[in-house]
């Protein structure tokens, strides 16, 4: 037996059409191939991902590391172990985008095993892909705290055969609450000895993409658990009470990962009127200072506060490392950008006139309680309210 979620209440419901609505708006904005912002929103949303998930584990990465790897560069000032689980984890991500374009794709055993021997083939010690041989307990990394002990090992094989099996049967069961219940029941079962945490949200961002409603870095959560992590660890606690107790209630966790949906494909939303904005403001800066319109790559990354490379620049604007110099050159002597470092080291930051702008384009976020007010105002989409057509 394994966790299973009762039948949801009228109000959860209610919140997932709400969540619907936001991601159809979501794949509607992010999905249209005239917005040449695009591309910088779901590099920068895997990034936040990435160090999201991460850093709950207690891997040392920041968004521009996390961006660096997304661009096959390494982070000089990065420890070899880290980047290596960093580099784990976006192979185990690719993996399954490539799984959620695949029809015939079914869930097993051996996916699940393959997905976490790259999340933690850094550390052989923990045997990635492998089953635990002997108990197991889940910490909070923050304090250190015993939170849960997982199944009996000699029940870890049936357990996990039994979660395969409901990800494939056909249960009416919404996608939402089927990612969130595997989710639950992989960290609750706690297979392998170590990365479960990693592994669970992977399989739940893994589910969810099997929908094709969002591609995967907008469809998962794993930022949202990253920013919360101690309500992340107080539900599952609440939820497991020490023990593996499948007979209890799911109810509050499915709560939990609902909230996390709406909040953030809202966060999402906001983020791409945001980057709209602001790539309309750059490209009319650029073509006031009869700058190339490419360089509204770079000067976009600066004005989001990441650090912009030559390599990185090259990545973006698909131009050869001549080009970059001489664009990056431009903007620096122009004062668009702020040149640190020398040679390999050297990188961008944004220059006073770009920090402006993204000032001026920027809005804050709110956290609303889907819960507490299910009636949402209707977001607008990027480039069709009347403030980002002016």
């Not at 889940?138 to 029940?155: E, I, K, P």
Request: glycine share 6%.
């Amino acid at each position: 037996m394994i966790f299973t979620a009762r039948t949801l209440p009228d109000t959860y419901l209610a919140v997932i059409k709400d969540i619907e609505s936001l991601r159809t708006t979501l794949k509607f904005a992010t999905s249209d191939s005239l917005n040449r912002w695009t591309g910088l929103l779901a590099r920068t949303t895997s990034a936040r991902v990435v160090v999201g998930t991460n850093a709950m584990e207690g891997v040392n990465v920041t968004t521009d590391d996390a961006i660096a790897a997304i661009d096959g560069e390494e982070s000089p000032a990065q420890e070899e172990e880290d980047r290596r689980a960093i580099e784990g984890y976006l192979s185990a991500m690719t993996y399954i985008v490539q799984l959620s374009k695949d029809a015939s794709y079914v869930h097993n055993e051996g996916t699940i095993k393959s997905l976490h021997f790259m999340l933690c083939s850094y550390d052989l010690s923990v045997s990635p892909g492998r089953y635990r041989p002997g108990a197991a307990h889940v910490s909070n990394t923050a304090t250190g705290d015993v939170v849960y002990q997982g199944a009996d090992v000699a029940l870890v094989p049936g357990l996990m055969k039994e979660l395969v099996d409901s990800l494939n049967e056909d249960s009416g069961q919404h996608q939402l609450v089927r990612a969130a219940m595997a989710h639950l029941n992989l960290t609750m079962i706690h297979p392998f000895r170590d990365g479960n945490g990693r592994m669970a949200r992977a399989l739940q961002t893994m589910v969810l993409s099997r929908g094709g409603i969002l591609a995967p870095e907008f469809s998962s959560i794993e930022e949202y658990i990253g920013r919360h992590s101690a309500d992340y660890y107080k539900v599952l606690a609440d939820v497991g009470q020490g023990s593996w107790n499948p007979q209890n209630d799911a109810l509050p966790w499915v709560k939990f990962a609902l909230t996390a949906h709406y909040r953030q494909a809202s966060d999402l939303l906001r983020r791409t009127t945001d980057i709209s904005r602001l790539w309309n403001e750059l490209e009319k800066l650029a073509k006031e200072r009869r700058i190339n319109e490419r360089a509204v790559n770079a000067l976009a990354s600066a004005a989001l506060g990441y650090r912009v490379k030559n390599t990185s620049y090259q990545h973006q604007a698909g131009v050869s490392d001549q080009i970059a110099k001489y664009d990056l050159k431009i903007l620096a002597d122009a004062g668009l950008l702020v040149p640190h470092g020398e040679k390999r080291g050297r990188y961008y930051s944004a220059g006073p006139v770009v920090k402006e702008v993204r000032q001026m384009t920027r809005t804050p976020r709110v956290e609303v309680d889907p819960f507490a007010e299910p009636e949402q105002e209707q977001t607008s989409l990027p480039g069709f309210d009347d403030e980002a057509s002016e």
